[in-house]
């Protein structure tokens, strides 16, 4: 697995969009919480102020801190169906057995087909 970071310090929070849950609490004031981060909250009287103090305590989270971003490159899997893959391109029994298959689809797509018109005359008379 191949990992490549990139690391940014920052004073302030970035400029970015945050989902914030706003609850009202049993004593009357609300908290702000930020779901990316649950352990960051702001309390406050209303919601403006509990807003203001959870964007405070980003801020001041983000001092100490820094944001790395990480790419991390997908493990390569082989797929356990490629080892039939091109197995029988040499039988000369391969293009017969597709010509059966389309042979069989049409016949299937033949008999779906008049099947839907008598549904269509049936819900006609009705």
Not at 3 to 18: D, E, F, R
Request: hydrophobic letters at 30%; aromatic letters at 6%.
């Amino acid at each position: 697995m191949n990992l490549t970071g990139k690391t940014t310090h920052l004073t302030t929070a970035p400029n970015s969009t945050y989902d914030v849950l706003i609850e009202n609490q049993p004593d009357g004031t609300v908290k702000a919480t930020l779901l990316d981060l649950p352990d960051c909250q702001g309390l406050g009287n209303t919601q403006t102020e509990a807003i203001e103090k959870l964007t405070q305590s980003l801020q001041t989270r983000l001092e100490t801190a820094k944001i790395v971003t990480l790419e991390i490159e997908a493990p390569k899997v082989k797929n356990p169906w490629m080892k039939f893959a091109g197995m029988f391109k040499d039988d000369p029994q391969f293009d017969e057995m597709l010509e059966y298959i389309e042979e069989d689809r049409r016949e299937v797509d033949a008999q779906m087909e008049k099947y839907y018109q008598q549904l269509d005359a049936e819900n006609e008379t009705k």
